[in-house]
T-cell receptor, first 115, second 115 residues
Framework: ETGVTQSPTHLIKTRGQQVTLRCSSQ?????VSWYQQALGQGPQFIFQ???????GRGNFPPRFSGLQFPNYSSELNVNALELDDSALYLC??????????????FGPGTRLLVL | AQSVAQPEDQVNVAEGNPLTVKCTYS??????LFWYVQYPNRGLQFLLK??????LVKGSYGFEAEFNKSQTSFHLKKPSALVSDSALYFC?????????????FGGGTRLMVKP
């Protein structure tokens, strides 16, 4: 098991609502990346935070936003939920961008169902 | 743009036999390559990575992978499969010339090891 934790484990929302997912990074890691994994697909990069600043974003609309806190934990916020947002949301932590060979370690994920 | 292809949706192998899970990639620079495994209702677990050096990389649980630059491949291998190896396997690539360290994943290959 990695030291990356995510909450909640499961969540059910209705279309149009807003959701906040949380991630605690592994000790010693200052970079958090978020991925969306739709059913039967590989994870897709949403965005990354390094030392509380967004550092890279994938092909996701602005209603997907995030935060990183001074303790390097992170939140993913999704506004105006759509049915297609139903997926497993994965958080990954790593040591930082200065270590280019570094490995991303994933948490167990939050499964979001939008009805 | 970077991309990964896993040409087989599923690989079936008998316990004790060797296994291979295929992966090909496309990046503009020299790639960083990763293999992750996902068990049901779990996050991704890191298996191994290739950064530079020896083309044969050894990882966790007896897995290894061979980097072939001319064929742009990074196939995952194990000499003797176990039933407990049955899971979903993902290949991922990162282009180190990019500013961030976004991972691009393949679609995954389901490995079924039969007793």
């Amino acid at each position: 098991e990695t030291g990356v934790t995510q909450s909640p484990t499961h969540l059910i929302k209705t279309r149009g609502q807003q959701v906040t997912l949380r991630c605690s990074s592994q000790s010693g890691h200052n970079t958090v990346s978020w991925y969306q994994q739709a059913l039967g697909q590989g994870p897709q990069f949403i965005f990354q935070y390094y030392r509380e600043e967004e550092n890279g974003r994938g092909n996701f609309p602005p209603r997907f936003s995030g935060l990183q806190f001074p303790n390097y934990s992170s939140e993913l916020n999704v506004n105006a939920l759509e049915l297609d947002d139903s997926a497993l949301y994965l958080c990954a932590s790593s040591q930082g961008l200065t270590v280019r060979e570094e490995t991303q370690y994933f948490g167990p994920g939050t499964r979001l169902l939008v009805l | 743009a970077q991309s990964v292809a896993q040409p087989e949706d599923q690989v079936n192998v008998a316990e004790g036999n060797p296994l291979t899970v295929k992966c090909t990639y496309s990046v503009s620079g020299n790639p960083y390559l990763f293999w992750y495994v996902q068990y049901p209702n779990r996050g991704l677990q890191f298996l191994l990575k290739y950064i530079t050096g020896d083309n044969l990389v050894k990882g966790s649980y007896g897995f290894e992978a061979e980097f072939n630059k001319s064929q742009t491949s990074f196939h995952l291998k194990k000499p003797s499969a176990l039933v407990s190896d049955s899971a979903l396997y993902f290949c991922a690539v990162r282009d180190p010339t990019n500013a961030g360290n976004m991972l691009t994943f393949g679609g995954g290959t389901r490995l079924m090891v039969k007793p």
